[in-house]
Structures are given as structure tokens and as C-alpha cells.
């Protein structure tokens, strides 16, 4: 298998490209070239907003599938759209959980691919989406653009991968970290009143489902997520078994509360990726090793 991999040059992306690697799939990253890539990887320097950098690198080439880890906005995506036409027949689109940002409900069943249809969305393109700001301010609704967009317009089959919260390995953002610290400090961990659970996966299963994603012949959007969920005092108890510490829990809102404490539900039904053949592991069995790993 001949696949390129759009970014991954960090977290779970960079495990994916050494997964596709050691599973014998000729790789080849794309990237704007801060980052080296694995050995035994092809890599190839352009910045994918730039359509004509990105089409002069790859010239000549063409693979069985993309895997596009750094989609933000419907922008991106249709630069991807032409680029890759004519150069790959799949493409999985890695995007996320915060597609369902204010569907959730208390005690509601978990959230089906159904809950947000790509084909159903609108798209504009006229929103300063080149804007590196701007487009992280409306993180959720340019990932449910961009999967919009390419269910229409791209001439390859696609599959959106909804990632739920990844936990575990070389994890940049170090919202784990806010807690393993301020817990075992004995600092205050600030939460919602009533903070609503979500879904998480462990940083090595969602690499090992995006590659076998890459290699599966589905399309549209299937989530992606350990069985059970965890909402911040659960999260900040499993955190304190661990360190040895009682977690100090306080109550607020806005931009104060800790990284993983929500005022929505974004717990994901993953039954389609179960019917699709994928086994989800728990995440009780991992948890403890990702809060140990994150005291380091």
C-alpha cells in the first residue's frame, strides 16, 4: 500500500506513520519541513494551503489512499480536492468529537455518526478561513465544513474519522499534565458545576485506527473511541488513585476550568466502527498507565 500522510508530524500522527511504516505501506509525509521524518519515510515539503507548492511536490506521484491529519477548515479541503483528483482513490480525513459541539444532552444515548450528516451541511467559503486564528476559534466548525465539503466535491471516496480525545504518548497540548500536576500538588482543579461526560482514546489505538482505516474500503464519517467515557471529577479521581492524593475540586466557568471539564456531553456510539470489524479496547484498562506515563 502507497500512502501519504498530510502533517502527522507530532502526537498520535507521527505513531500512524511509523504503524503504516512497520506494516510494510511505502509512506510518504507531507509537511512544511520543521519536522524530520521517520526513517524508512518519504518526505516531501510544502505548505498545504499553498496549491501550487503542494501540486509542484507532488508531481508525478500518486498513492492508494491520504491520510490527512491537518484538515482545519472547508479551505483546506478543497485545495485537497483538486490536488489529490486523479492521485489516489481514498482519503481519510482526520477529524473529531467537536463535530457534535452542543448535540449532546444529559443521560442522552451516545452521539451516532447520523447526529452531524456531511452531505447535509453548509459551506462557506468566503469565511476568512486562511486566518490561523480564526480558524481555532471555530476549531469544530471548520472540521464539520471540511468534512462537508469533500462528501461533495471530492472525486475520491472518503471516510471522516471522528476522533474522540486522545490520551496518552507524546501528547503536546498537556491537558492530561493540568491534572497529574495540580493534583499532586494539592492545587485546585477547577470544573463545571455539573461536568458532562465524553469520550477519550488511548494515543496507540487511535493510530492503530487510523491505519487500518486507511486500509479498510468504508466511507463517511465513523467515530472513534474507547468503550466508556469519563467527565472531569471522574477524570480528576482516577488522576488522585494514581498520584496518592485526594484531587481539590473547585467550581467555574469560561476559559477557567480545567482542559477536560465540559458543560456539553460528547459521549460517541461507536457501533459502526464494531459492525466495520475495529475492537475498541476500554478505557479502564489504559487509563492508569497514561496518568503514570504523564508524571514523568
Known amino acids: 500500500m502507497d500512502v501519504c500522510v498530510i502533517g502527522g508530524s507530532r502526537h498520535f500522527g507521527r505513531r500512524l506513520i511509523g504503524d503504516l511504516r512497520d506494516a510494510g505501506a511505502a509512506v510518504t509525509v507531507v509537511n512544511r519541513g520543521s519536522t524530520p521524518a521517520p526513517h524508512g519515510v518519504t518526505r516531501l515539503i510544502a505548505d498545504r494551503d499553498d496549491e501550487g507548492a503542494l ?48 448535540l449532546g444532552r444529559p443521560g442522552a444515548a451516545p452521539l451516532p455518526e447520523s447526529a452531524v450528516d456531511p452531505a447535509a451541511r453548509p459551506v462557506d467559503l468566503q469565511l476568512p478561513w486562511a ?9 469544530a466548525e471548520g472540521k464539520r465544513q471540511a468534512e462537508a465539503l469533500l462528501a461533495r466535491q471530492a472525486p475520491f471516496e472518503v471516510a471522516a474519522v471522528r476522533t474522540a480525545h486522545v490520551l496518552g504518548g507524546a501528547d503536546f497540548t498537556g491537558r492530561l499534565a493540568h491534572y497529574v500536576e495540580r493534583i499532586g500538588r ?3 482543579v477547577v470544573v463545571h458545576a455539573e461536568p458532562r461526560p465524553a469520550s477519550f482514546v488511548h494515543e496507540p489505538e487511535i493510530a492503530r485506527f487510523l491505519a487500518w482505516a486507511a486500509a479498510a474500503d468504508f466511507t463517511g464519517p465513523v467515530n ?3 468503550h466508556g467515557t469519563l467527565d472531569a471529577r471522574e477524570l480528576a479521581a482516577a488522576v488522585g488513585r494514581v498520584v496518592g492524593a485526594e484531587p481539590v475540586l473547585a467550581v467555574g466557568a469560561g476559559e477557567e476550568v480545567s482542559p477536560f471539564s465540559f458543560d456539553t456531553c460528547y459521549p460517541m456510539d461507536t457501533g459502526r466502527a464494531t459492525r466495520l470489524g475495529f475492537p475498541f479496547s476500554s478505557v479502564a484498562d489504559w487509563l492508569p498507565q497514561v496518568i503514570e506515563e504523564a508524571r514523568v
Open 186 to 188: 494539592g492545587l485546585p
Open 55 to 102: 501540486r509542484s511536490a507532488l508531481a508525478g506521484r500518486s498513492f492508494d489512499v491520504v491520510v490527512d491529519q491537518v484538515c482545519y477548515s472547508p479551505l483546506q479541503a478543497a485545495v485537497a480536492a483538486r490536488v489529490f483528483a486523479g492521485r489516489t482513490r481514498r482519503y481519510v480525513l482526520t477529524s473529531t468529537v467537536e463535530v457534535y459541539a452542543g
Open 131 to 139: 486566518d490561523e486564528r480564526f480558524r481555532a476559534e471555530h476549531y
Open 224 to 226: 472513534a473511541a474507547s
